[in-house]
């Protein structure tokens, strides 16, 4: 398989789970600016879209959407634990948190990252990220990892945007339950070496 990704992206949550599952891929640096590849071919022509991550499979076939991409990969190492089994109500609890993580977290990033937002509309979306981020904060209470004692590609995707808070200056210091879960996925190795891998650690 190959990866389409971006240091640092979204696309750093499928990367883990690959890591975590133990399935062998190859990564295929895609620039979200120039929606140029490393070659210098045109990112765009085998994603339309232009946006990582883009998981091409062993078939040929190509796989959009973080949520989906991630539920592949655990479905695919299903001893891996990366998501329970479909159609219990832990795999729906897996896809809700997925959900939120994606249309409340995720895209309430994506302005703060654009020089042409208007500076009062990037204090509204950080006050709305930061309000959701408490949530989840909450939700971490006594608990090591989002659905409990197991780390799943939901932790995996919270653990990717959760990074971007200091890059647009949201301040998280203060969320003990989500610093502490923070500190305990970035220990794990298969976060590590896929982190050394974009070259967002040494």
């Not at 140029?36 to 040929?60: F, H, R, T």
């Amino acid at each position: 398989m190959k990866l389409y990704y971006s240091p640092g992206a979204c696309s750093l949550s499928p990367h883990i789970a690959l890591r975590e599952a133990g399935l062998p891929v190859d990564l295929a640096l895609a620039s979200t600016k120039t929606k140029k590849l490393a070659d210098g071919s045109d990112y765009l022509q085998i994603n339309p879209k232009g946006q990582v991550p883009m998981l091409e499979l062993d078939s040929g076939e190509r796989l959009t959407e973080g949520p989906a991409i991630v539920q592949y990969i655990a479905d695919l190492a299903p001893a891996s634990g990366l998501a329970p089994a479909a159609g219990t109500m832990a795999r729906y609890r897996l896809m809700e948190w997925l959900n939120f993580i994606t249309s409340e977290l995720h895209k309430g990033f994506s302005p703060l990252f654009n020089p042409a937002m208007p500076e009062e509309a990037k204090a509204l979306g950080r006050t709305r990220v930061a309000d959701r981020l408490a949530w989840v904060n909450t939700q971490l209470e006594g608990k090591s990892y989002l659905m409990g004692d197991t780390f799943t590609v939901a932790d995996a995707y919270l653990f990717t945007v959760s990074n971007w808070c200091a890059p647009v200056g949201i301040d998280i210091s203060g969320l003990a339950n989500l610093n502490a879960f923070r500190a305990r996925v970035s220990a794990r190795p298969a976060v590590q070496e896929a982190m050394k891998a974009e070259g967002l650690l040494k």
